[in-house]
């Protein structure tokens, strides 16, 4: 069962990889915002940059369901927790063959695991909500900052224009 757990935190961990470098890959080939009459055109072609979003989004979305389902046969694999705890409480520590008792204390092993693994689900869960509330506030600043961006494009072409209209004035 240990070789199970070691595979399902390797598979967890993988999946935690794929999502830090998806995030990346967004970050990396999202496209600037768009401030009215201010145009400034980029380095790629539209059409280069879809396409490579496009294959990128669909390489990520097909590893992070692979991942996924990777991780729903090791979870699946794990002995259930209603026949461990079906067996603890039908044996006593008298009588027990030296099997049983190894069995047994797989059984004691098993569910400091389990609840090992629900204290890890517990923090993951409180974690999360901290992350939304991190991408909440990001997402207000992002806002602020785009909001200061086009106020700033919107003044120098403001600039512009009265520079424009001096020189033709004189």
């Keep these: ?19 830090c470098n998806s995030v990346g890959i967004l970050q990396q080939f999202s496209t600037p915002s768009k401030f009215p009459g201010f145009d400034r055109s980029g380095s790629q072609t539209p059409s280069q940059t879809t396409q490579q979003q496009e294959d990128h989004a669909h390489l ?15 979870i699946e694999s794990l002995p259930s927790e209603d026949s461990s705890t079906e067996i603890q409480a039908s044996g006593g520590t008298r009588g027990q063959t030296k099997f049983e008792s190894k069995h047994s204390r797989f059984d004691n092993y098993r569910a400091l695991l389990v609840a090992s693994l629900r204290h890890l689900e517990q923090d993951n869960r409180e974690a999360g909500e901290q992350l939304e509330d991190v991408v909440r506030r990001g997402e207000a600043l992002l806002e602020q900052v785009q909001a200061a961006l086009a106020d700033i494009a919107k003044s120098q072409l403001d600039m512009q224009h009265l520079v424009a209209d001096g020189t033709t004035d004189t």
């Design 60 to 74: 990520f979305a097909t590893v992070i369901a692979r991942c996924a389902k990777d991780i729903d046969v090791l």
């Design 1 to 19: 069962m240990a070789d199970r757990l070691t595979q399902l935190q390797d598979a967890v961990n993988q999946q935690a990889d794929n999502f």
